[in-house]
């Protein structure tokens, strides 16, 4: 079945510790994003990426990296340099065409420790 | 900045009743709104769209009403079931803009 996949569901890490958060699609769509959420927040956008190879910050960028090298693959990595990085993670890529939903993965949970 | 509000942030109905889950919106430019379902611990997941042109759209037990002279959307969901408990999300797109607006979410909570 055609999804997102995102891994791993939950993630321990310590101080000062990258951690690289997996998001995958086999949707065959160009545009993919990474959201933020905290507990009874909104979604914050962090990276989008509407093309290989090409990405843009959103909203609470600082502190994270992402790269586009396969259409189907949008990894982010919480740096050290995040600070306050517990969070639950959501990867999503979206419908192409000129309004186009969203489609989300289920989601990485981060614990720093 | 523009931003995407809801009036509630929780909301509790009785099984069978229908509920109401209120949005406002602050850009009158944006094109199109969408509901999300987000149950506990999972991603959010399309529930109903609705373009800039249309006052309102139904899906199954779904409608969502769109007002744009006081900038509301509104997501009314019919003879509730235990498994609509969660929190929903309204999100607004300008066209051409490749990011959503998303509001801080209300949980509805279905009582047995």
């Known amino acids: 079945d055609g999804g997102i996949t995102q891994s791993p569901k939950y993630l321990f890490r310590k101080e000062g510790q990258n951690v690289t958060l997996s998001c995958e699609q086999n949707?065959?769509?160009?545009?993919m994003y990474w959201y933020r959420q905290d507990p009874g927040q909104g979604l914050r956008l962090i990276y989008y990426?509407?093309?290989?190879?090409?990405?843009q910050k959103g909203d609470i960028a600082e502190g994270y990296s992402v790269s586009r090298e396969k259409k189907e693959s949008f990894p982010l990595t919480v740096t050290s340099a995040q600070k306050n990085p517990t969070a639950f993670y959501l990867c999503?890529?979206?419908?192409?065409?000129?309004?186009?939903?969203?489609?989300f993965g289920e989601g990485s949970r981060l614990t720093v420790l | 900045g523009e931003s995407v509000g809801l009036h509630l942030p929780t909301l509790s109905v009785q099984e069978g009743d229908n509920s109401i889950i209120n949005c406002a919106y602050s850009?009158?430019?944006?094109?199109?709104f969408i509901w999300y379902k987000q149950e506990s611990g999972k991603g959010p997941q399309f529930i109903i769209d609705i373009r800039s042109n249309m006052d309102k759209r139904q899906g199954q037990r779904v409608t969502v009403l769109l007002n744009k002279t006081v900038k509301h959307l509104s997501l009314q969901i019919a003879a509730t079931q235990p498994g609509d408990s969660a929190v929903y999300f309204c999100a607004e797109i300008l066209f051409g803009n490749e990011k959503l607006t998303f509001g801080t979410g209300t949980r509805l909570t279905i009582i047995p």
């Open positions: 850009n009158s430019a944006s094109d199109y």
């Open positions: 990426s509407q093309i290989v190879n090409d990405f």
């Open positions: 949707l065959n769509h160009d545009a």
């Open positions: 999503a890529s979206r419908v192409p065409g000129g309004f186009g939903e969203l489609f």
